[in-house]
T-cell receptor, first 106, second 111 residues
Framework: QKEVEQNSGPLSVPEGAIASLNCTYS??????FFWYRQYSGKSPELIMS????GDKEDGRFTAQLNKASQYVSLLIRDSQPSDSATYLC??????FGTGTSLTVIP | DAGITQSPRHKVTETGTPVTLRCHQT?????MYWYRQDPGHGLRLIHY???????DKGEVSDGYSVSRSKTEDFLLTLESATSSQTSVYFC??????????FGPGTRLTVT
């Protein structure tokens, strides 16, 4: 069983701050990692993928991967109220965590 | 949005009845997936397909079957619906088995 763990939150940050979301996984052989955003009552939307150790940036989002420590994180810079959602971590394509709820306070 | 539709979007059915959910894509993506999402469990894979007539089981496949006779359509069938299958069902597609794009979801209630 491949475990993917996320802190369910809720995580609250003020507008303009950096939000940090974390995910750990159990299968050391995992090679692919994904972050999705899900607004309440909506379907998940892909934010970004990461496959190699280190950082990957896309606009205000940065994914960080550390395979040795078996964690992947997502940083959201200059957080906006529109970023308020649940963020899902996925490992090896279809093993999902239960998500972290983020609230950005204006 | 990726061209993915799901039908029906909402369904209420009785225990013991068969139910078929349809996922249709216009992107010509090779991979298609069915997930269910329940509070406290997140997204769990039911079945997936890696090509026409090629399918495999996921984590929670008991009580479900799938078929894919055309690239664009992936059907999920509940042979005899039970109350434990009340859930939100999402279809997803992927070009290469990596990044996935999700359909709008189907809310199924089994009474």
């Amino acid at each position: 069983q491949k475990e993917v763990e996320q802190n369910s939150g809720p995580l609250s940050v003020p507008e303009g701050a950096i939000a940090s979301l974390n995910c750990t996984y159990s299968d050391r052989g995992s090679q692919s990692f994904f972050w999705y955003r899900q607004y309440s009552g909506k379907s998940p939307e892909l934010i970004m993928s990461i496959y190699s150790n280190g950082d990957k940036e896309d606009g205000r989002f940065t994914a960080q991967l550390n395979k040795a420590s078996q964690y992947v994180s997502l940083l959201i810079r200059d957080s906006q109220p529109s970023d308020s959602a649940t963020y899902l971590c996925a490992v090896m394509q279809f093993y999902f965590g239960t998500g972290t709820s983020l609230t950005v306070i204006p | 949005d990726a061209g993915i539709t799901q039908s029906p979007r909402h369904k209420v059915t009785e225990t013991g009845t068969p139910v078929t959910l349809r996922c249709h894509q216009t992107e010509n993506h090779r991979y298609m997936y069915w997930y269910r999402q329940d509070p406290g469990h997140g997204l769990r894979l039911i079945h997936y397909s890696y090509g026409v007539k090629d399918t495999d089981k996921g984590e929670v496949s008991d009580g479900y079957s799938v078929s894919r006779s055309k690239t664009e359509d992936f059907l999920l069938t509940l042979e005899s619906a039970t109350s434990s299958q009340t859930s939100v069902y999402f279809c997803a597609i992927s070009l290469d088995g990596g990044e996935q794009y999700f359909g709008p979801g189907t809310r199924l209630t089994v009474t």
